[in-house]
């Protein structure tokens, strides 16, 4: 093994000129080490003219660093997740089999000094959960006996196949799907460019754009942020934010450098439609930064990676590469005399680092935490200049409406007043047919429960990610519209369009015990309403479950809730409410 310092010094100079280079440096430690040793502390800060308490700060706030004083070397690492789609999959009978076989607990070595547990909270495999990584190799659709079986071969050396999560049997084609960015995901290989280009006019957008832009200069950037204007295209990262406006604002927005950011953090657990586009079409996505890039006149564009993408990260390496290869990227592309770049920075587990600001932060190796708004990104984002971040899938929206008049039409014919297009809804946990279904918005649950086939029995669905609410599978809620309007109506959210269903052996006191977990790990800690109440909201819950002056306690957890929604900096606190709540209503019966 390369030793500590020369590893340092490489992943060092590597880093030199990148944006993210603590995040690179960090990241190469880790995968090399499984920690990050104490001199590597004092190396990265040397080496980086910063000091060895800005390094530390930085590290302790991400999940996947842990130093040699907590971890030391791992001999075998088991890593579980714990979140919805995989505990509606059976994870809470697995972690127990987990814990009790190899005498394990979170964050623990076995007394042996074999394994060491951690839990991850969604890798992005929800279609084939419970999913479980060992030793950095990943496995779907775990359960005691299949766990077992692995831990032995491991031992013997011989592998299990690892998991595999195909685009072809995850994005359906079947009708009702009216897929406008998917279509590809699945049929070509997505590390060939001329696969891409001959399937669905791939770079068709980008040469429109350079066409627009060479013949009438700064009116044809307008006339394109007008198409996308009218589209009524909003951002699908979960805000719902139109697009068109962002775009306008940083094309007017004076200044010498402006920057393309794509959210591929994906941190929602019930969603993976980011993830398959980035392994099944990467290109598409690459496409929607240059245009965007080219319309607001930024010439630098990152792609932020969630750190549990493996598969998508190699991928997108390739992808770029091509594209640079090909002229699509660099100095002067397609001979254009513009110039673009995409490099890609891939996260270290923090969910709150899929909030634009706080990935911002990151980026410039500081603390994962929340900016105060405003100035809002597209006025000083990364670095303080004017920054267009939207998520992936806003990107393949741009490409498909802005490829020609027809398209942005077709968009328009489809949703509803508020919501327009499609929107790759993703279904996991009790359900026959798991997988992205996209359709147009304003189908209701019950349509897309029955493409997923959701098994009879099942009690519930958690719609939009772990701030989403929870419903009952009722009359009233069966018939919900799945729309941003039609879900916001019932006090949720849409979120990035994941959908899990939660089937008749659901243990929902644990369900809000493990939100409660999630919502106090992954907390910033920036606002006192969002770092104190989530804890408070544990010890209440607690309290209650231990039948200590319920009524009251009950009050007191609407009052923090309330608290947290209008006092929080972010969405995130300002979330916490709506899956608690719903819980608290809907399943109050089976809770307390
Ligand atoms: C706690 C939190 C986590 C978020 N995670 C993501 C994410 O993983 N991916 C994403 O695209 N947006 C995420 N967002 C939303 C982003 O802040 C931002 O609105 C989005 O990237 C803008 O892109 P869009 O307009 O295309 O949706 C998150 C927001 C919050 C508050
Ligand atoms: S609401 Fe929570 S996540 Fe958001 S800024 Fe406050 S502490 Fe951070
Ligand atoms: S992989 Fe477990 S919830 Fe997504």
Not at 183 to 206: A, E, H, Q, W
Not at 275 to 298: N, V, Y
Not at 569 to 574: N, Q, T, Y
Request: aromatic letters at 10%; glycine letters at 10%.
């Amino acid at each position: 093994m390369e030793k500590t310092d020369k590893l340092i010094l490489r992943l060092t100079e590597e880093a030199k000129g990148r944006q993210g280079s603590l995040l690179y440096i960090l990241n190469g430690i880790n995968k090399e080490l499984g920690y990050i040793p104490e001199e590597a502390l004092l190396h990265t800060a040397e080496n980086l003219n910063i000091s060895k308490a800005e390094v530390y700060g930085f590290l302790s706030f991400f999940k996947n660093y842990k130093t040699d004083a907590e971890v030391g070397d791992i001999y075998r690492k088991i890593v579980v997740c714990r979140s919805e789609s995989c505990e509606a999959s059976g994870s809470k009978q697995l972690i127990e089999h987990i814990k009790a076989s190899l005498n394990l607990d979170f964050g623990k070595y076995s007394p042996d000094g074999k394994y060491f547990l951690d839990y991850v909270y969604c890798f992005g495999h929800c279609a084939a959960s419970p999913a479980v990584e060992v030793d950095g190799i990943l496995y779907e659709k775990v359960n005691p006996k299949v766990f077992d079986k692995i831990i032995k071969t491991f031992d013997s050396n011989k592998l299990e196949e690892p998991a595999e999560l195909k685009a072809t049997d995850v994005v359906k084609k079947e009708a009702p799907v009216k897929s406008l960015i998917f279509k590809r995901c699945g049929y070509i290989n997505p590390l060939s460019v001329s696969d891409y280009l001959n399937n669905d006019d791939g770079f068709k957008t980008l040469r429109r754009v350079i066409e627009e832009i060479k013949s009438k200069g700064d009116e044809g950037k307008l006339l394109l942020i007008n198409a996308l204007k009218q589209s009524k295209l909003r951002g699908r990262g979960g805000a719902g934010f139109p697009a068109g406006i962002k775009w306008e604002t940083v094309f007017k927005e004076k200044s010498d450098v402006k920057y393309i950011i794509c959210n591929a953090d994906e941190g929602d657990s019930g969603a993976y439609a980011d993830r398959m586009i980035l392994e099944s079409d990467p290109m598409s996505i690459m496409e929607g930064m240059i245009i965007a890039g080219l319309i607001t006149g930024a010439e630098y564009g990152y792609i932020y990676l969630r750190a549990e993408y493996a598969a998508a990260k190699s991928v997108i390496e390739s992808a770029i590469a091509l594209l640079k290869d090909g002229g699509y990227l660099g100095d002067d592309i397609l001979g254009s005399g513009f110039k673009f770049y995409i490099d890609l920075i891939t996260g270290a587990g923090s969910y709150v680092c899929g909030e634009e600001t706080a990935l911002m932060e990151s980026i410039e190796n500081k603390r994962g935490t929340v900016r105060q708004r405003p100035p809002v990104p597209a006025v000083s984002g990364l670095y303080g200049k004017p920054t267009v971040i939207n998520n992936v899938l806003t990107f393949a929206y741009a490409v498909y409406i802005l490829k020609g008049n027809s398209n942005l039409e077709y968009f328009l014919s489809l949703g509803t007043e508020n919501s327009k297009g499609t929107m790759p809804f993703q279904v996991s946990g009790a359900v026959k047919n798991p997988g992205i279904f996209e359709i147009p918005f304003g189908v209701t649950l019950k349509e897309l429960l029955e493409l997923a086939e959701a098994d009879v029995n099942a009690k519930a669905v958690q719609v939009g990610g772990p701030l989403g609410a929870y419903f009952p599978l009722s009359e009233e809620f069966l018939d919900l519209n799945l729309s941003y309007e039609g879900v916001s109506m019932k006090n949720g959210l849409l979120g990035h369009g994941g959908v899990v269903v939660f089937g008749g052996e659901t243990d929902f006191k644990y369900r809000l015990l493990n939100a409660l977990d999630f919502f106090i790990d992954e907390s910033c800690g920036k606002c006192a309403p969002c770092r104190i109440g989530t804890v408070r909201l544990k010890e209440l819950l607690d309290r209650v479950l231990k039948k200590q002056n319920t009524e009251e306690n009950l009050t007191i957890i609407d009052e923090i809730l309330d608290s947290m929604k209008y006092l929080s900096l972010c969405a995130f606190g300002a979330g916490v409410h709506m899956p608690v709540k719903s819980l608290l209503t809907y399943f109050k019966n089976e809770i307390i």
